[in-house]
C-alpha cells in the first residue's frame, strides 16, 4: 500500500504540475471581464467538456447566419450568432463545435478512460469559444447578444451551443442550426517544404477526400507555360495513434481538469482529414513556378484548389541576394478574439501580419518548434495552418520538432513531460514534411544557396555517441565552406547560452546537458550561428567558446572564426519568459518582446544580421559578417585540422 501511495503522489505531483500556471491580471490591471487570466495554458483545455450536462431551455434561442459558406471558394468566413436568453449570467459561453452534432451518440472514449458505467454527456471540445458578453457587456441585463466568428474550412459543419455555469461546471441550454462550408472537402492549406536535394520542392496539403474517393495531384510549371502534373501520396492518422497515460496512471484513474489521458485521444480528437505531398523534382534555380492542388474524383471531374506560386531554390553555393527568416514558439490566436482569455499567444498575429507584408522581402522560413500549441487539440492544427496560409503558399516553411509537438511520458522523448497533450509528435510528423531519413526522429540538414543548415531535434537525445549526435556531426561536416560558407545551427531547445530566469535558478544558463557535448563539434566545424526557441524571448550572446567570449566585437565581425554567435528566436508569439536578474557576461543584446530574425546573405564574403519586432517591423538588433573563405581555414582553438611535419 505505502508503494501504491508513494506512485499515486508522484503522478499526481507530475500531472499537476504539468498543468500548472501563473496566475496574472492583464496590463491594464483588470482581469479579463472580472475572471481570472492563466498565463500559457492551452485555452480549450480550461473546459470541463466531461462534466457537461444538458438543461435545455425553450426561453433560449441561439441562431448562426449565412448558413451555407464559401459560395465563391472562400476557405474563411465570418459567421453571425444571434442569442436571445431570458435568464442571462456572466459565466454564459458559446461554443464553436464541428462536426456540428456532438453529443454523447458521437462518443468514443477509451475503453479504460472513463469510470465503468461512467458515460459523458459531451466527449469532445469545441474547436473555439467567446463568452456571451464578449461584444456585449449589457448582456447580463438583456439577455440579447450577437456575437461574430471567423471561421475556416475544416471538413465538417458547425453549430453553435450556448452554456451557462462557466467553464468548470458548463450546462448545456441551447443549441443553433447546422451551417457549413460549400465543398467541405477541398484541398486547402498547403505547406512548401524543401526536398532531400535543392531541385525539389514539396507541396503538402489537407484535404477531406480519401485515396478512395479521388486521386490527389499537383498540376504547377513555369509561371505563363505549360503546366504538367505531378501525383501525391496521401496519409492520416487515427485516435489510436495518440498517445496515452502510462499504465499506472490509468490504473489509478488519475484525471487532470476531467481530461483522462491525453486530450489528444480523448476530448481534443478531431479528424484530421488527408494530408497529401507531392514532390515538384527537377526545378530550376531561383525560377518562379505556378501551382494548384487538384483532385480527380471517382465521377471524372475535378476539384481544385486556389492557384499559388514560389521561386525555387538557388543552386548550393551560388551567389546572388538570399534572405532567411527564423522564429520559434509562435502559437496560433484568432482575429475574430475567442480562445483568448488565457493570454496564450499574445503576439502570434503580429508575426504573422509582419512576414505576410514583407512577404516579397524573403525567401525561406524556419519555424523552429512549438507551432499552434495545440497540445492535444487537433482543430488548432488546421487553424494555425490557415492563420500561416500566405507564407508557408509561397515559401518554404521548414519546421523543427519542439516539445510541444512531441514530448510524452513514455513515448520515446527525451524529455518525460506530457507537453504535446498525447499528440507525441504524430501531427507534425505527418502534416509537415522535412527532408528527414525519418520524420520520427526529426533532424535533418538543408541547402539554401550559400546557407548550410543542421537542424536537430532536441526531443531526443543529442549527446555525445548518441544516433543524433552522429548525424550532427556528418551534417556539421558536410559543408562545402567555400561554397556555403554560412553555417548554420538550429534546435528548439537551448542548447547553447540563454539568460531566461528558470535557467539562471538552475545555475547553468542552458538546457541540462545542452552544450557539453555540442560545443566542441561548434567549434571544430566553425559553426557561425546558431539558433534556439523554447525561451520567449529574444537574446543574442557574443562570439563564444566555452563559457568565454572570445570576440570582444558587438555590431561587426570580420576574421577567423573563433567561436559561434549563439540566439534565443523564441518570441514568435507566445506568452513572454523573463530573463534571469544576474548580469550574464556573455549576453549582449535582451528583448523582452515577440520578434523574428532575418539573415541576408549578399554574397560568399559578407552577411547581415536583423532581430525585429513583430510589433512594428522595425529593427532593434543586428550585426554583419565580412570575412573571406581563408578565415574559416584558419586554426583556431580546438578547430584546427591535423597537420604533419612530413614533406
Given amino acids: 500500500m505505502k508503494f501504491i501511495a508513494l506512485v499515486f503522489v508522484v503522478i499526481v505531483t507530475f500531472v499537476s504540475s504539468s ?103 459531451l466527449c469532445t471540445s469545441p474547436i473555439k469559444y467567446k463568452y456571451a458578453n464578449f461584444s456585449n457587456l449589457n448582456y ?70 480519401s485515396i478512395d474517393e479521388a486521386v490527389p495531384f499537383v498540376e504547377w510549371g513555369w509561371k505563363g507555360h505549360t503546366q504538367v502534373h505531378s501525383p501525391a501520396g496521401t496519409l492520416t492518422f487515427s485516435r489510436g495513434s495518440m498517445c496515452d497515460l ?97 493570454d496564450y499567444q499574445p503576439g502570434s498575429l503580429n508575426t504573422t501580419d509582419r512576414l505576410i507584408e514583407d512577404l516579397d522581402n524573403y525567401d525561406i522560413v524556419f519555424h523552429i518548434g512549438d507551432l499552434p500549441y495545440a497540445n492535444g487539440y487537433i482543430s488548432q492544427w488546421d487553424q494555425f495552418t490557415a492563420q500561416v496560409d500566405p507564407i508557408q503558399s509561397a515559401k518554404a516553411y521548414m519546421i523543427a520538432s519542439g516539445n510541444h509537438e512531441r514530448d510524452w511520458p513514455n513515448s520515446g522523448s527525451f524529455y518525460d513531460t506530457n507537453d504535446s497533450g498525447g499528440e507525441c509528435g504524430v501531427l507534425a ?51 562545402d565552406r567555400q561554397k556555403q560558407p554560412w553555417l548554420i545551427f538550429v534546435a528548439h531547445r537551448v542548447l547553447g547560452y540563454s539568460s531566461n530566469s528558470w535557467y539562471g535558478l538552475e545555475g547553468s544558463f542552458e538546457e541540462p546537458m545542452g552544450r557539453e557535448s555540442l560545443q566542441k563539434l561548434w567549434q571544430k566545424y566553425k559553426v557561425d550561428i546558431a539558433f534556439y526557441g523554447h525561451v520567449h524571448n529574444y537574446e543574442r550572446i557574443c562570439p563564444i567558446y566555452q563559457n568565454q567570449c572570445v570576440n570582444s566585437e558587438k555590431s561587426h565581425y570580420s576574421g577567423t572564426v573563433n567561436g559561434t554567435i549563439h540566439v534565443v528566436v523564441g518570441g514568435g508569439g507566445s506568452h513572454l519568459s523573463d530573463f534571469t536578474t544576474i548580469d550574464t557576461v556573455w549576453s549582449i543584446y535582451k528583448d523582452l518582446d515577440f520578434g523574428f530574425v532575418k539573415m541576408t546573405a549578399f554574397n560568399r564574403s559578407s552577411l547581415l544580421f536583423e532581430y525585429k519586432r513583430s510589433s512594428d517591423g522595425e529593427v532593434y538588433d543586428s550585426f554583419t559578417i565580412s570575412r573571406d573563405y581563408r578565415d574559416v581555414l584558419a586554426c583556431v582553438h580546438d578547430g584546427c585540422e591535423p597537420t604533419t611535419l612530413a614533406t
Fill in 19 to 121: 498543468y500548472s500556471s501563473v496566475i496574472r491580471k492583464h496590463s491594464d490591471g483588470g482581469e479579463e471581464k472580472g475572471r481570472a487570466v492563466v498565463v500559457g495554458e492551452q485555452p480549450l483545455s480550461k473546459i470541463a467538456i466531461h462534466k457537461t450536462v444538458a438543461a435545455l431551455r425553450r426561453s433560449v434561442s441561439i441562431t448562426a447566419y449565412p448558413r451555407l459558406l464559401g459560395t465563391k471558394g472562400e476557405d474563411t468566413e465570418w459567421v453571425e450568432v444571434r442569442l436571445q436568453n431570458a435568464e442571462p449570467c456572466e459565466d454564459d459561453w458559446v461554443g464553436v463545435f464541428s462536426p456540428a452534432k456532438f453529443n454523447e451518440s458521437i462518443c468514443d472514449p477509451e475503453p479504460r478512460a472513463l469510470d465503468e458505467g461512467e458515460t459523458p454527456y
Fill in 140 to 209: 447580463t441585463n438583456t439577455g440579447k447578444t450577437t456575437l461574430k466568428f471567423q471561421l475556416i474550412n475544416q471538413r465538417a459543419d458547425f453549430s453553435f451551443a450556448l452554456f451557462t455555469g462557466g467553464l468548470d461546471n458548463p450546462k448545456l441550454v441551447a443549441v443553433s442550426n447546422h451551417i457549413s462550408f460549400a465543398n467541405p472537402k477541398a484541398p486547402l492549406y498547403p505547406r512548401l517544404a524543401q526536398g532531400k536535394s535543392w531541385d525539389i520542392m514539396t507541396v503538402t496539403w489537407t484535404s477531406g477526400y
Fill in 246 to 342: 502510462s499504465t499506472v496512471a490509468l490504473l489509478l484513474k488519475i484525471t487532470v481538469n476531467f481530461i483522462p489521458c491525453g486530450p489528444a485521444r480523448t476530448v481534443g480528437w478531431r479528424d484530421p482529414g488527408f494530408f497529401h505531398t507531392s514532390f515538384l523534382k527537377d526545378l530550376w534555380p531561383n525560377t518562379v513556378y505556378t501551382y494548384r492542388m487538384g483532385h480527380i474524383l471517382s465521377n471524372g471531374s475535378y476539384v481544385w484548389s486556389k492557384l499559388y506560386s514560389f521561386k525555387s531554390s538557388p543552386y548550393p553555393g551560388q551567389e546572388s541576394l538570399q534572405r532567411v527568416i527564423i522564429f520559434g514558439d509562435m502559437g496560433k490566436a484568432e482575429r475574430d478574439g475567442s480562445n483568448e482569455y488565457a
Fill in 429 to 479: 510528423e505527418t502534416m509537415y514534411y522535412v527532408p528527414a531519413e525519418n520524420r520520427a526522429k526529426f533532424w535533418y540538414e538543408t541547402d539554401y544557396g550559400m546557407f548550410h543548415f543542421c537542424i536537430a531535434d532536441s526531443e531526443h537525445d543529442w549527446r555525445e555517441g548518441s544516433e543524433q549526435y552522429k548525424f550532427i556531426e556528418k551534417c556539421l561536416a558536410s559543408a
